[in-house]
């Protein structure tokens, strides 16, 4: 399995920004979807956004639509979450996963059913207070 590391999260004031960034050590993430779900307590895991790793291709929750950002830095193979105009509903565990190698077409699909993704990392905390 491909252990993915996920980093960013943190407190923020509605209306802020975060930037989170998701990398998988010795994994080049080419031809896979790399998508941001997130958790908050009581609730199921939903997808927010996802993108293809070979064409960028990008998919978001409509909650997030016009206020998040997710980018992949193929130099770098780091993938990105940008979050802007944060609100208290945002807040949740924010964790990045990757399909299997294969799967970067597939990627709005990967964002609806998020158990059909591979590999996972551990999550980061995005806390938004009002």
């Known amino acids: 399995d491909v252990q993915l590391q996920a980093s960013g999260g943190g407190s923020v004031q509605a209306g802020g920004s975060l930037r989170l960034s998701c990398v998988a050590p010795?994994?080049?993430?080419?031809?896979?979807?790399i998508g941001w779900f997130r958790q908050a307590p009581g609730k199921e895991r939903e997808g927010v956004s996802c993108?293809?790793?070979?064409?960028?291709?990008?998919f978001y929750a409509d909650s997030v639509k016009g206020r998040f950002t997710i980018s992949y830095d193929n130099a770098r193979k780091t993938g990105y979450l940008q979050m802007n105009s944060l609100t208290p509903e945002d807040t949740a565990d924010y964790y990045c996963?990757?399909?299997?190698?294969?799967?970067?077409?597939?990627?709005?699909?990967?964002?609806?059913?998020?158990?059909?993704?591979?590999?996972w990392g551990r999550g980061t905390l995005v806390t938004v207070s009002s």
């Open positions: 996963a990757s399909s299997a190698p294969g799967g970067s077409s597939w990627y709005k699909g990967y964002c609806r059913l998020y158990y059909t993704m591979e590999n």
């Open positions: 010795g994994s080049p993430f080419d031809d896979v979807a």
């Open positions: 993108i293809s790793s070979r064409d960028g291709s990008t």
